[in-house]
């Protein structure tokens, strides 16, 4: 086996490689598919936990318990791809290298042996790592220890490599934002590179003053459908997605989900169910909320208990998520409503839900039921925590034949 130092290659003599990133805190690692520009061809080149597998690489989760990994296969690897770059970000939002050694340890994936090991040396306030490179020279596949640091976490890494990453209040004000406004480094240089390197490799060069035209280009969420809270009160449409972002900050308190409907049509009583399913990485069911088990993840999400007709003004049923109590495993959480006594939801009237800041009442997001059909469960808005540790709502309005949460856990975890 062979200590690789910063720069350094070894021939891969196995052509499945699993590249695992072991520290004593948890890691997000992922990889991204870059073609002979530096770049990803598009999103779909970045692989990571919500976004497990792409050509000829995959995203495999420890479990908390062992390193998550990437595994290439290169004979599977695109002909246009000519690197797989391996990237690992402490888990924990805002935590730095410092103190912490990370460890890349390449294997053959099918036996298992330890092929090289690298450490980056003299690590400090960087948030997030170009660990190791996965390449093709002249036909023949090889891996580079990197060890370049980022100071902005994935989201820079993520943008400098051509991934579109959606960055509402840009403004120079707030440090987090800003640090990820300067996302743009130079990408590792190739063997056959003409390019020098910088001094210290991992610090990256500040950006020139060329990429702000993104501030000056709002009209982009909108067309991705991803808006912020800095305006007020969003109400979405299907499939449309807000970053829990207000004031350039990330929203890292308590959140209500109130649900509300009239009384079914011609005087019949229905009782609909407000339920959070929580999930892991890879998709994994970890828990759901309910009116049968009205707390979950440690209390960080919690039920107000069943309403069973409807009647009342206001939220019939209300779960409070305490998005900073969200322990880190708990990446996605879906929002379901599920008609208990089998009527369906073209028999409700009025069916919504709707996101409030806890602490002021204020309502931040309004998810109305335009449009109805001839189901008993809906799943009606999922929150995802991004590897900038901010969360993101998207409106889902995906209707699901099922009268309980139970039959919900499946759908809603092929729509994360």
Partial sequence: MTAMTPGSNIPLSAVRVAVDVAAPVRLDVSGLLLSADGKVRSDDDFIFYNQPSGPGVTYRSGG???????????????PGIEKIVVTASPDAAGQTFQGIEPTATVRD????????????????????????????????????AVGQGYADGLAGIATDFGVTVEEPAAQPAPPAPAAQASSQTAP???????????????????????PPAPPAAPPAPAASGKINLDKGRVSLRKNQTVSLVKGGRPLLSQVKMGLGWEPAFRGKDIDLDASVIAYGPDRKHLDSCYFGKLSILNGAIKHSGDNLTGEGAGDDEVIVVDLGRIPAEATGLVFTVNSFTGQKFTEVAKAYCRLLDAATGEELVRFDLSSTEPQTGVMMAKLIKQFTGEWEMTAMGEYVKSRTVRGMVKPAAAAL
């Fill in 64 to 78: 908390g318990t062992a390193p998550d990994s990437i595994v290439v296969d290169t004979a599977a690897v695109p």
């Fill in 188 to 210: 590792p240089a190739a063997p056959a590179s003409p390019q020098a390197a910088p001094a210290d490799p991992r610090v990256a060069p500040p950006m020139p003053p060329v």
């Fill in 109 to 144: 994936a099918d036996s298992g042996s330890a092929l090289a090991t690298f450490t980056p040396p003299r690590l400090g306030t960087e948030t997030a790592l170009v660990v190791i490179e996965i390449y093709r020279r002249q036909g023949a596949w090889k891996a580079r």
